[in-house]
């Protein structure tokens, strides 16, 4: 089974427009998956400087999907998707 | 009070376009044109019935962005003229917040009502519990009399089948001395002469409809004049945004100021100063004192509790010493205090050595449009470092152990924390007030957001998290003891 990396963009317009919140999946996930998923902070993933800007930060990717206007429980969400699939 | 939701976002999202519409060659155009850019033709409308009502809330908010009262909008004046107005004005107002009456028209107002669970049962509990002859049984059914209830919620705890619901004004229920409230026309407004400035309503309310007043435009022009523009930053800030104090330091000046100061340098001062009038209180043979550097609490005292007053500190607050250095090295420079509250303002609007303040959302919306990567900055050190304790002044604990840690005898002080002004802690106070005691106290630390300044109502880390990164960061902070 492959892992799935989680990465949060950590520049600024993400964590200004509420990706600060996102730093409780460092307890939520490794609490819920163990080493099954690894989460790292990302330096600016360049996403909000294409198409949306930051209407539609933050953004988290889950392995190569992105979450946009991520919250916690959408960033969960996506992974169960992933790991049902696997 | 971090509120993570689709406001918050939205709100950010307008300044930041207030402030590239600033930036941008043809400010009042651009201004003009924000409602449009956010909601353009065709776009599926995300809250409202349709795309211009959308736009007219969208133009409301910008006003409050733009700094003026959204209430006294009479919907002729267009975003561009605001916009210019805005770089005209001289002077900014006291009243710090403004109600978007638009958005509030869709909450009903607050009332005990009977709902369709009401099974006209024999028994009749409400009735005879209700006091005030309020409840009456039309077509079998219980009804209450509004003219005659005064929302005691007897009747909610007598009926037996939970079939009565007192239905929340969220702002009314969040604001701790009756501010602000819903008149018959279902418009809520603030009452600046109870308005302690506290912000739980901006956070309180669902539909985002109470608006701090900003300051950014003022700002951003004192940034263009040829004057030194310093910023101020609360203590609090630590966690707030990406990297460390250091890169938020380069980050601030990148973003257009010309230096930066750490209040907790002044938070330092409020410590020793106080742990010196603290000892010669108990001294004299007072009982208690309380702290004195939160501006919602000092505005409490002076709106409604002045009975505390002779127990208050009459040190100065970590801004006030802060502005004052500042002002004595740079006498000509503008400050602006980078404030995790709307309370601030109103403290800031007293003291003439601040000329403005702007939250850390708007600073947050500063750095996304002048497009700032905080962590990819070098390092920029502050001329004066504060202390582990000055720098933990933002969390509820942090001033009392400030204080405790500035005494000669630390174990003359015992002390205990108000976490956050609510209807029953402001009770508590005024007990101590009327009593002379605070039993098994004699240090009371007051603060009116819970958490502390971290859970200030402009905040944009939860604080929880917040204080978590407060804390790895000031463990290698020096003692307050050795500066």
């Known amino acids: ?68 206007e991520a919250t916690p429980e959408k960033v969960v969400e996506e992974i169960d998707r992933q790991l049902a699939k696997q | 009070m971090n509120n993570s939701g689709q406001i918050i976002h939205l709100k950010k999202e307008i300044l930041v376009r207030i402030i590239k519409a600033f930036l941008s060659d043809n400010f009042e155009r651009q201004a003009r044109l924000i409602p449009y850019d956010m909601r353009p033709k065709g776009m599926e409308v995300p809250y409202r019935c349709c795309v211009y009502k959308e736009r007219a809330i969208i133009k409301d908010r910008t006003i409050a962005g733009l700094g003026f009262p959204i209430e006294e909008d009479d919907e002729t004046v267009s975003l561009a003229d605001y916009a210019k107005q805005a770089l005209e004005r001289t002077q900014i107002s006291d009243k710090n917040l403004t109600v978007l009456q638009t958005a509030c028209k869709g909450c009903a107002t607050n009332r005990i009502y009977v709902t369709d669970l009401c099974q006209g049962c024999v028994a009749r509990p409400c009735q005879s519990t209700c006091k005030f002859g309020a409840i009456s049984i039309i077509n079998g059914r219980s009804v209450i009399d509004d003219s005659k209830c005064k929302k005691c919620q007897m009747c909610i705890n007598a009926c037996p089948y939970k079939a009565i619901a007192k239905i929340s004004v969220p702002c009314e229920d969040s604001c701790p001395v009756g501010a602000i409230k819903k008149d018959e026309t279902g418009f809520a407004s603030i009452d600046y002469d109870k308005c302690i400035n506290c912000g739980r309503c901006t956070a309180a309310c669902p539909f985002g409809a109470v608006h701090e007043r900003s300051q950014i435009i003022d700002i ?264």
């Open chain 2, 220 to 483: 951003l022009k004192a940034m263009k004049s040829d004057k030194k523009v310093i910023a101020m930053i609360a203590p609090s800030i630590a966690g707030q945004f990406p990297g460390n104090i250091y890169q938020l330091k380069t980050a601030i000046i990148n973003s257009g100021f010309d230096d930066v100061y750490e209040v907790a340098q002044g938070a330092d001062i409020t410590a020793k100063t106080e742990a010196k009038e603290f000892t010669e209180r108990m001294e004299e043979g007072q009982k208690f004192m309380t702290t004195s550097c939160c501006a919602g609490y000092n505005q409490l005292i002076k709106k409604h509790l002045s009975e505390i007053k002779p127990f208050v500190s009459d040190t100065k607050t970590p801004l006030y010493y802060t502005a004052e250095i500042v002002k004595k090295e740079n006498p000509e420079a503008i400050t602006v205090f980078v404030s995790p509250c709307v309370a601030k303002r109103a403290e800031g609007f007293e003291n003439p050595n601040v000329d403005f303040v702007m939250n850390y959302e708007e600073l947050g919306a500063l750095f996304v449009a002048k497009k700032i990567q905080i962590m990819d900055l070098e390092e920029s050190k502050y001329v004066v470092e504060a202390s582990k304790q000055g720098r933990n002044f933002g969390y509820s604990g942090g001033v009392a152990e400030s204080v405790k840690k500035s005494l000669k005898d630390e174990d003359s002080v015992k002390p205990c924390v108000i976490n956050g002004l609510n209807k029953d802690s402001i009770k508590q106070l005024k007990k101590y007030a009327t009593s002379g005691v605070c039993e098994g106290c004699n240090l009371v630390e007051v603060m009116c957001c819970e958490g502390g300044c971290i859970g200030g109502n402009a905040t944009i880390n939860n604080s929880k998290t917040a204080k978590k990164l407060i804390d790895n960061f000031t463990q290698n902070s020096e003692d307050i003891s050795k500066i």
């Open chain 1, 1 to 68: 089974m492959e892992k799935i990396t989680v990465r949060v963009c950590t520049g600024t317009t993400c964590f200004v427009m509420g990706g600060a919140n996102l730093q409780e999946l460092n307890e939520t996930i490794s609490e819920k998956y163990g080493d099954k998923v690894e989460l790292t902070a990302s330096n600016c993933l360049g996403l909000c400087s294409i198409n949306w800007e930051y209407s539609k930060a933050p953004y988290v990717k889950v392995n190569e999907e992105v979450v946009s």
